[in-house]
C-alpha cells in the first residue's frame, strides 16, 4: 500500500490490551486520514457522554505524512468535547504524527480507562501501557524531560487531571493541540502522555511526480508574503498577524468590548523578537518555519495568544504575556479558552487585571484552587453562574479565538456555523478577507459569503485529513495537493474530487453534532456582536453587524451546505456522500446547563 | 459584480462587449444575461465546487492566438512564462463544449480553453477569481504564441497555418504604447500626495496596458517608509490598496504588501531607487525567452540560473523567481538596475526606479517595451529572410 501503511492500533485501557486492524481501502478513499478518518472511527460512538469508558480518544496520521509532501508533519487528536460536547478535535504540529507513521500507524483508537494513571509508549509497530502513577500532578515539561528519549511526546498537565474543562495536549513540549477541552479527554482515561518512535518508511508511489508537485508547492509559497515573505510568519511566527488586527481594527479588546488596543504597537511581534530573540522552528516536514522558541525553551505565544493575554485583558506587559503562556503550557490548557474566560471574569467583575493577577490566576486554574476553580469551567459556564450568560464570548461553548467578527463577515458566518463551534480554522476566510488569498473578497460584506465559507470548510476538512497545514493553503491550492496525493497514494484524483472529500467529512461532523442535539440555535454568534459598535474613532468605523443580513446569510449557507432549513443534515444528502445514519447509543447529555 | 467585471475584461481588451457569460452561485445560481449555453454551464456548479464562473470568447487578438494554440495542441498548452509556471500550470483544452469534456478538466484546473467556443474559468471566492484567471490564460497565449514563432522562425520550421495566423493577429495588436504627458512632478510634500502619485502610476500602467491583471507593483520611498501595492491588487485600483512598509521593520502590518517587496527594498537600499514600477509588457516578456544560446546546461531552468550576461539594446535581462525563495529575483534585479534604466525579468516583466517621481520609471518603462517590439518584429524580418 502507498502512502497509508493500512495499520490502525486499537488500545483497551481497560485490559490494558492491544489489537490492530487494517482499515478497507475505500474507507481510506472516503476519508482519507486525520480529522477526516477519525470522524469516521468516532461517529458510531458520538452520543456517549465525553468522559463514557467507551468514548474513544484517536490519534490519526493522513497519508503524506512520513513522506517528503510539504507540510505534512501534522495529525488530528479527536474525540467528543468536554468542554462544548460538540465533535471535538485538534491538528496539531510538531513530530509526533511523523514518528506514529514511522512507528507503522495510520491512526491509533484509544477506549476504556486505566485503573491507573497510565503513559502508552509505541515503538515501530510495538505498544506498551506503562504505569505514570509517579508523574501525578507533574507539569508538562517536566514530564518531557523525563521523556526525552522515548521519541515524540503527547503530554497532558495538571490542569487535565484537576479536570479543566480547557485543558489541552501538549505535544513535543511545545505543540499545543489545544482547543475543544481535548487534553481532559486523556484525562477521562487516566491517561498522562503518550510516546512514540519508528523506523519505517511511507512507500510514495511517484516519487518523480511528487518532486514536481512539491516544487510547485515550494514556488507558490515563495511568492507569499505572508508565508515567506519580509513580514511573514517564517520570519516573525504567527504573531505577524498582530499588526494586521490592529490596522484592520478588529482586535478583539477588553473582552469584545472594542476593536482597537491603543497599546497594540507596543506588543507586536517585533517587540517579541527584539526582546526575546527566538530561533526559528518548525514542524516536521516543514520548510516555512513559523515557530519561535527563545532561549530556556521559552515559547513565543502564537498570534491568539499574543492577541488574548494583552488586547482582550487590556494587558500591556511583554512579559506578562509570554509568562501567561508558559503557565498554560505546562498546565496544559488552551490559551484562547483561558484568555477568554479571565476576559469574562474581568468585565462581570469590572475589575481589570494585573499582569501578576493574569498569570496566578492562570496557576488557579491549573491547580484547580481558589477562583480557579470555577474558572475553569470555560467562560461559558462561568458566566452564566454569574447570571451573565451574555458575557461570554464564544459559540458553541468555544471560546473566540483573536479575530473580531465585527472587522470580517465572512469570519462571522464561518464562526456561527463551524462545527466545533468559535474556531477560525474550520473556514479560515481570514486568507481572503484580510490576507487577499487566492483574491482579496469585501470583509464588510455576507454577499457570496454562504458558499465561499462551505467551500473553505471542504478544502480545510482536506487539509487535515491529508495531513497538510492549513498555511501553506495561504498560497498553494487543491490543484497542487491533488497531484501530491495522486504521486504519494497512487490513487487517481483531482482538486474537485478531494473537495468531495472535504464535504463527506464535514457533513459527518454535522451529523454528529445534530445527533447530539445541536440545532440552529447554536449557529449563532454573542449578542454583542449586533448591538455593540467597534472602532469608530480612526479610518475604518466598525459597526454592529445587521443581524437580519447574518440571518439570511446563515440561511443560504445551510441550503450551500445542503442541510434543510434549520441547518440540520437531510438523509438523502447524507446517503449520496455514502454517510450512514448515526444511531444515537445512549442518553445525550445536554452540556449547556 | 457582473458589470464590474465585465467592465474590467472589456477595458484591458480581453472581451469585447456583451461576449461574457458569467454566473454566480451562493444560495442561488444567478447568470448576468440569457444564453443558450446556460443549461450546459450550470452543471458545472452542480458538479464542481465553486462559487462564480466566466465563459466568454476572448478578443482579438487572443481569440485567434489561443484558438491556433488550441487546435494545434495535443490536448494542453503549456505556456512557461512566469505567470503560468507560478500559478496557473498549464491550460487544458477541450475539444467539445460538453459538460462531459470540460468536467474533468475543470477537476483538475481553473480554466479550460474550448477553441471556437472561448475559456471558462472558475472561481472559489468569487468572480475576480475567475477574471484573475481568465486574464492569465489570455496573457500566457500571447505570450508563447510570438515567442513559438521566433523561435521557429528562427530554425526555419515555420508552417504556412502558424504564419497565417501570425499575419492575422498582428494586424489586430494594440498600436506600439505611446505617451507624451507627464506624471505628478516630485519631491512629494506629504504621504498624501505620495498616495496620490502613486495611483496615478498605477492607473497609467494599466491603461497603457503594461501589465495585466492584478499583477504588477509600484513603490515610492519616503524617509524610512516604503509604500507599496498590496498582494494582488490592481494597479489602476489602489485606493485603500497601499501599504505603508516601515523600514526598520518595526510594524508586520505590511504583510500583505505585495509579494515582490523583497526587491522593491532591495532596489530603495542598494540602488538608490525612490519611485519603482514593475509592470508585465508582453513584448519585453516574450524577448526575454529569446535565447540563441546552443546546448546551454541550464536549459530549462532559464528562470532561475541563467548563467549567461543577456540584454536587449543593452537592457539586462536576469532570471529570477517571484517573492523570497532561493533563486528569488531581489538576488539579482537590484544589482542590475543600478546602472541601467531597467530590468527585464525572464518570462515574467520590467523593472524600472527613479530618484524622485514616477515620471522617469513610466518613461523608461514604455520605452523598454517599445524597444522590445521593434527588436522582435526585427529578429522577425531578419529570420524570415
Known sequence: MYGWHGKIARIDLTRGSWR?????????????????????????????????????????????????????????????????????????????????????FDGIVISGKSSRLCGIEITDNDIRIVDASHLKGREIGAVNSLLKDKGATAVIGPAAENGVLFSSII????????????????????????????????SVFDPVALSSAKEDVFRLAAASPVLLGEFGISRFGTGALYDLMDARRMMPTDNFQKTRFDRALKMNAYAFKKQYAPKKTGCRGCHILCKKIAGHRTSMPEFETMSHFSALLGNADINAVVAANRVCNDMGMDTISAASTLACFSEITQRKLSPKEIVSLLTDIGKKQNRGVELGRGAVKYAISCGRSELAMAVKGLELPAYDPRGAYGMALAYAVSSRGGCHLRAYPVSHEILRKPVATDRFSFSEKARMIKIGEDLNAVADSLTACKFIFFAASLEEYARIYTAVTGIKTSAQDLFAVGERICYNERMMNAANGFTEKDDDLPSRFFTMAGDQNSGVRIGPIDRDAFLTARSNYYMARKLNKTGMPVSAVAQNLGLAPIEKISDVSNYRK | MFQITENKLIKSGLVDPDAP???????????????????????????????????????????????????????????????????IHDLPVAFELSPDAIVPLLKVRKCVIIPGHGIITYGMVGLEQAYVTFSSVCFACFVKFFVDFLFLTKKRQMDNKFGQVFDRVIQTLDPPVSFNGSLTKGPFKSKKHIYKAIQEAGRLVVEHRLVDSYFGNISFSDGQ?????????????????????????????????????????????????????????????????????????????????????????????VSGEVGSGPFALYNTVPKAIREHQGVIVYGHGVFTAGKTDFNRPFQDLVQIENICRTEYFNRIRLYSE
Open chain 1, 171 to 202: 505535544v513535543d513540549r511545545h505543540y499545543a493541540a489545544g482547543r475543544d477541552g481535548i487534553g481532559l479527554s486523556f484525562a477521562a482515561k487516566n491517561l498522562k502522555y503518550i510516546t512514540v518512535k519508528g523506523t519505517q518508511k511511507t
Open chain 2, 225 to 317: 517608509t516604503l509604500y507599496i501595492s498590496q498582494t494582488g491588487s490592481s494597479l489602476d485600483q489602489l485606493k485603500d490598496a497601499i501599504d505603508p512598509c516601515p523600514l526598520n521593520g518595526s510594524s508586520c502590518a505590511p504583510i500583505t504588501a505585495s509579494s515582490e517587496l523583497p526587491t522593491h527594498l532591495k532596489i530603495v537600499q542598494h540602488a538608490g531607487g525612490k519611485a519603482i514600477l514593475h509592470g508585465h509588457p508582453k513584448f519585453s516578456v516574450i524577448l526575454s525567452m529569446d535565447c540563441d544560446v546552443e546546448n546551454c546546461r541550464c536549459r530549462d531552468k532559464c528562470h532561475v540560473k541563467c548563467p549567461h550576461e543577456r540584454s536587449v539594446r543593452e537592457i539586462p535581462i
Open chain 1, 20 to 104: 490492530t486492524e487494517d482499515p478497507d481501502i475505500g474507507i481510506l478513499k472516503k476519508f482519507i486520514g486525520g480529522r477526516g478518518l477519525a470522524g469516521f472511527y468516532i461517529r458510531n460512538t458520538i452520543t456517549l457522554d465525553w468522559n463514557h469508558p467507551q468514548m474513544p480518544l484517536l490519534l490519526f496520521t493522513g497519508p503524506l505524512v512520513n513522506t517528503r509532501s510539504p507540510t505534512s508533519g501534522r495529525m488530528t487528536f479527536m474525540s467528543r468535547s468536554p468542554l462544548t460536547g460538540t465533535v471535538g478535535d485538534a491538528s496539531v504540529g510538531g513530530s509526533f504524527g511523523f514518528q506514529l507513521k514511522k512507528a507503522g
Open chain 2, 21 to 87: 457569460l458569467m454566473g454566480s452561485l451562493d444560495a442561488h445560481l444567478e447568470w448576468n444575461r440569457t444564453h443558450d449555453k446556460i443549461f450546459a454551464l450550470e452543471i458545472l456548479f452542480k458538479q464542481l465546487n465553486i462559487n462564480a464562473l466566466i465563459f466568454s470568447q476572448p478578443a482579438e487578438p487572443y481569440r485567434s492566438i489561443i484558438d491556433y494554440l488550441a487546435e494545434t495542441s495535443n490536448g494542453t498548452i503549456t505556456p512557461t512564462d512566469c505567470e503560468t509556471r507560478t500559478f
